[in-house]
């Protein structure tokens, strides 16, 4: 419409001459003139109102939407945050449900491995805590025994003791002990609490803890069998050449008993609950030993329960049991050898004591037969 007023307005706006040269003279131009600035008027004005109401409504409608346009940016936007923060949930969540499931999975792992009932064998804490105080007091009987050879044996090497009083003491030890037999011999009043532990060896071979009578019966099954100490010297006489002579002997016979006395400690040690400087007041060596060995040798409800239990050991827990198993055939054998020293010891008393007195016997027939020979000669020179 605008295009058909803007080429009405540029015909008109043609010279007479021109518009002569296109339109025929005899159009009446002059008529319709004013009907053409008329419509070209009302057109205009009804643009212009057109204009103004389009623009009012522009004006009206334009902030709305914008705002319409900014609340669905807005919507958009929020939708976006929801669709990431649950798409961040989900990850999150997917992890930590990963995480959970790795980690329930180590430790059902670490559970069979390592765990008390699957992975660690027969009462690990048990183990550790026995295996411990048998080292510790193995440890602490070793050092003690020495001293035990000197302070409780009456015939004990060094050992210088008035042979009445050391003889009282030790009929006064064996009372405690008495036997049926001994009462009613009148050597003793009453029968002992434990009758007859003083001459038996096999009192040796009882565990008993320190403050045991029994352990004092094994001193006394020691005593009995070493017999009494050697007299003691008299003052004023310590440089004269029979004291010298004495002493040299006492070393000898020491020498000679001290391996028979250590081994005899060694046994009553083992068998006794001695409080040591490591271990305390504890069971014995060989009842801590005993107790092991009746687990794995069967025949003992410790046994039957050791073996309920490894029947649920995993791998793990069976190479634990076998190298305990292993451990405990390594400190036998580690006992045994110390036995076996022992004895070899007592065999070289023996031999020694052997040619001792094969030398001595020697020497006296050697004597005798010089003794013979000077006679003879004094007869013949006599005559």
């Given at each position: 419409?605008?295009?058909?007023?803007?080429m009405a307005c540029v015909l008109m706006s043609i010279p007479s001459a021109s518009f002569a040269y296109v339109c025929p003279r005899t159009y009446p131009m002059a008529v319709h003139y004013t009907l053409f600035?008329?419509?070209?008027?009302?057109?205009?004005?009804?643009?212009a109102q057109v204009d103004i109401g389009l623009s009012s409504l522009?004006?009206?409608?334009?902030?709305?939407?914008?705002a319409a346009l900014a609340t669905l940016a807005k919507q958009k936007a929020y939708s976006s945050k929801q669709i990431a923060d649950v798409t961040r949930a989900v990850a999150q969540q997917i992890a930590n449900a990963r995480k959970a499931t790795s980690k329930k999975t180590r430790r059902i792992k670490a559970r069979y491995d390592y765990g008390k009932e699957f992975g660690q064998g027969y009462e690990p804490c048990l183990q550790v805590a026995v295996r411990q105080a048998m080292t510790t007091r193995q440890t602490d009987m070793d050092a003690i025994r020495s001293q035990r050879v000197t302070t409780e044996v009456l015939g004990g090497p060094g050992n210088y003791r008035n042979q009445t009083q050391a003889r009282r003491e030790l009929?006064?030890?064996?009372?405690?002990f008495c036997t049926q037999d001994q009462v009613d011999s009148g050597f003793c009043d009453v029968v002992g609490g434990f009758p007859g532990a003083s001459v038996n060896v096999t009192t040796l071979f009882q565990s008993a803890p320190d403050d045991n009578p029994i352990t004092e019966a094994k001193n006394t099954v020691i005593n009995n069998m070493i017999g009494l100490p050697d007299d003691e010297i008299m003052k004023g006489s310590e440089n004269s050449a029979q004291t010298a002579a004495y002493v040299a002997a006492k070393a000898r016979k020491d020498a000679l008993l001290s391996p028979a006395i250590n081994s005899l400690k060694a046994i009553q040690l083992d068998y006794s609950g001695t409080a040591g400087t490591e271990s305390g007041k504890d069971k014995s060596v060989a009842a801590l030993f005993d107790e092991e060995i009746k687990r794995y040798g069967g025949n003992?409800?410790?046994?039957?329960?050791?073996?309920?239990v490894l029947r649920a050991q995993y791998e793990h827990g069976l190479m634990i049991e076998l190298l305990r198993a292993q451990g405990l055939k390594l400190a036998l054998q580690h006992k045994h050898y110390q036995q076996l020293e022992r004895?070899?010891?007592?065999?070289?008393?023996?031999?020694?004591?052997?040619v001792q007195g094969a030398g001595v016997d020697a020497l006296s027939e050697a004597s005798a037969?010089?003794?013979?020979?000077?006679?003879?000669?004094?007869?013949?020179q006599s005559r």
């Open positions: 419409m605008k295009k058909l007023l803007a600035e008329t419509a070209n008027g009302a057109i205009s004005q009804g643009i522009l004006n009206y409608y334009s902030p709305r939407v914008e009929m006064q030890a064996n009372r405690k003992s409800e410790e046994h039957d329960r050791w073996a309920s004895m070899e010891a007592v065999l070289a008393t023996i031999v020694a004591n052997e037969e010089r003794a013979s020979m000077g006679q003879k000669a004094t007869s013949i």
